[in-house]
T-cell receptor, first 112, second 114 residues
Framework: QQQVKQSPQSLIVQKGGISIINCAYE??????FPWYQQFPGKGPALLIAIRPDVSEKKEGRFTISFNKSAKQFSLHIMDSQPGDSATYFC???????????FGTGTRLKVLA | KAGVTQTPRYLIKTRGQQVTLSCSPI?????VSWYQQTPGQGLQFLFEYFSETQRNKGNFPGRFSGRQFSNSRSEMNVSTLELGDSALYLCASSLYGGNSYEQYFGPGTRLTVT
């Protein structure tokens, strides 16, 4: 019940296309859902996050869509660029636990 | 504002030895969390400290321990190293104040156990 399932494991997108990464969870106590971007040799960097009282959040080319009833959330990268090529992780936490559960990661490659 | 710093960046140790990793959080952040990242298991939560108190811990053996100092800097220690402890160890800091649950990660310490 503590798991966050992430798909796909890897993704190849053409430059200018839309990259979509999905995550699903079981624990309805989760109330904060961030996405992280990690480049080789670097630590994960916070991209965007959402709370379950909002169905969508957009920051620049990055959008989180949240479906509370389906217990799913997804990251959309619009106008994908070669510089977006990285590994993306979804995560979830419950207020007051101070513990994040991470998805297994999606390796994105954007072709020039 | 300076980010999260971790030292050392790379370490090579031998089985049976112990190791201490250090993390300095973003200025003003009082919460420090530690994660182990491996290709097979992904990012796994080790423990979290706030004001020198451990508030939560993950499912790791007692060989993994940590502490936090009054200036919020944190250390983690792994005793009796095993080959399977080879991983990238990440530290993350957070304000955990009000509605802020944002965690910011350092670059990690790459530990290789031979």
């Amino acid at each position: 019940q503590q798991q966050v399932k992430q798909s796909p494991q890897s993704l190849i997108v053409q430059k200018g296309g839309i990259s979509i990464i999905n995550c699903a969870y079981e624990n309805t106590a989760f109330d904060y859902f961030p996405w992280y971007q990690q480049f080789p040799g670097k630590g994960p960097a916070l991209l965007i996050a959402i709370r379950p009282d909002v169905s969508e959040k957009k920051e620049g080319r990055f959008t989180i869509s949240f479906n509370k009833s389906a217990k799913q959330f997804s990251l959309h990268i619009m106008d994908s660029q070669p510089g977006d090529s990285a590994t993306y992780f979804c995560a979830a936490t419950t207020s007051g636990t101070y513990k994040y559960i991470f998805g297994t990661g999606t390796r994105l490659k954007v072709l020039a | 504002k300076a980010g999260v710093t971790q030292t050392p960046r790379y370490l090579i140790k031998t089985r049976g030895q112990q190791v201490t990793l250090s993390c300095s959080p973003i200025s003003g952040h009082r919460s420090v969390s530690w994660y182990q990242q491996t290709p097979g298991q992904g990012l796994q939560f080790l423990f979290e400290y706030f004001s020198e108190t451990q508030r939560n811990k993950g499912n790791f053996p007692g060989r993994f321990s940590g502490r936090q100092f009054s200036n919020s800097r944190s250390e983690m220690n792994v005793s009796t190293l095993e080959l399977g402890d080879s991983a990238l160890y990440l530290c993350a800091s957070s304000l955990y104040g009000g509605n802020s649950y944002e965690q910011y990660f350092g670059p990690g310490t790459r530990l290789t156990v031979t």
